[in-house]
T-cell receptor
Framework: TQLLEQSPQFLSIQEGENLTVYCNSS?????LQWYRQEPGEGPVLLVT?????EVKKLKRLTFQFGDARKDSSLHITAAQPGDTGLYLC???????????FGTGTRLKVLA | DVKVTQSSRYLVKRTGEKVFLECVQD?????MFWYRQDPGLGLRLIYF???????EKGDIPEGYSVSREKKERFSLILESASTNQTSMYLC??????????????FGPGTRLTVL
């Protein structure tokens, strides 16, 4: 069974600080996605990374896919209260329509 | 604006009741999914459908069944609700162009409590 472990599980930081969230597995994924979920809503896609070593930037968010396509990281620069939410990584299982979701990182940014 | 609608935001049922959760999408997407979300466990796939009347079991199908009679509608059925099925249920859909880059569009979720 493919599993995705995220760390940390909870993170509370002050506005303006930087942070990194990790998503790790012992399995190889075809691609990896990051979603953000706000209270009372479903997850919304932030980014998809496909190639090992790929780096994508979305304003203050930087996403990296590990060289071996087993892990990924999300780095937020100068966090803002609007970044508060649950961050989920999801890996595409090879040859199927199935996605394996990580355990989630709950981020709270204090003003 | 794309829309994924789930029939209820909150639902309270009794043990043993049959429960229907319905999801409707207006995006003409091939793939539809049902997940449950529990703290510390992330999202776990219950069932998915890649075409009308087609379905495949996900990772935790026990105690659940699904129905997809029309492309836009995917129903999750709890045949006999139990307390361990208390959870947040999320419906999602995707265009079916290939799992590698498909975006999944999620509904707002149904928080089900089984007493």
């Amino acid at each position: 069974t493919q599993l995705l472990e995220q760390s940390p599980q909870f993170l509370s930081i002050q506005e303006g600080e930087n942070l990194t969230v990790y998503c790790n597995s012992s399995s190889v994924f075809s691609s990896l996605q990051w979603y953000r979920q706000e209270p009372g809503e479903g997850p919304v896609l932030l980014v998809t990374v496909v190639t090992g070593g790929e780096v994508k930037k979305l304003k203050r968010l930087t996403f990296q896919f590990g060289d071996a396509r087993k892990d990924s990281s999300l780095h937020i620069t100068a966090a803002q209260p609007g970044d508060t939410g649950l961050y989920l990584c999801a890996g595409a299982a090879s040859g199927t329509y199935k996605y394996i979701f990580g355990t989630g990182t709950r981020l709270k940014v204090l003003a | 604006d794309v829309k994924v609608t789930q029939s209820s935001r909150y639902l309270v049922k009794r043990t043993g009741e049959k429960v229907f959760l319905e999801c409707v999408q207006d995006m003409d997407h091939e793939n539809m999914f049902w997940y449950r979300q529990d703290p510390g466990l992330g999202l776990r796939l219950i069932y998915f459908s890649y075409d009308v009347k087609m379905k495949e079991k996900g990772d935790i199908p026990e105690g659940y069944s699904v129905s997809r009679e029309k492309k836009e509608r995917f129903s999750l059925i709890l045949e006999s609700a139990s307390t361990n099925q208390t959870s947040m249920y999320l419906c999602a859909n995707g265009p079916g162009q290939g799992a590698m880059t498909d975006t999944q569009y999620f509904g707002p979720g149904t928080r089900l409590t089984v007493l």
